[in-house]
C-alpha cells in the first residue's frame, strides 16, 4: 500500500491508521499524515502494537514530498 499523497510505501503502523468515525482507512505515510493533522484534527483509530522504529524515526524528518492544498481535485482521479 502507498501514501495517497507523496506515494511513499505505507509501514505496516501506517497502512492500518483508521478515521475513528467513519472507519476509513486513512492511507498516508507518517509525515503526510503530519501535515494534515497540523491543519485539521482527524480522530483516529492505529494500532500502537504495529508502531515500528521506522514510524518513530520517520516522525522526526521533514518531507518535501507532501503537497497538501485546498484546491478542489474533484473528477481528476
Known amino acids: 500500500m502507498k501514501c495517497l499523497c507523496c506515494d511513499r ?3 505496516d503502523y501506517e497502512s492500518t491508521r483508521k478515521h475513528a ?10 509525515q503526510c499524515f503530519k501535515t494534515v493533522q497540523a491543519d485539521s484534527h482527524l480522530p483516529t483509530k492505529d494500532r500502537k502494537d504495529l508502531i515500528s522504529s521506522d514510524d518513530i524515526d520517520d516522525s522526526a524528518e521533514v518531507e518535501e514530498d507532501c503537497h497538501v492544498s485546498d484546491t478542489n481535485t474533484e473528477g481528476e482521479h
Open 9 to 11: 510505501i505505507l509501514t
Open 21 to 30: 468515525v467513519t472507519g476509513a482507512f486513512i492511507d498516508l505515510c507518517q
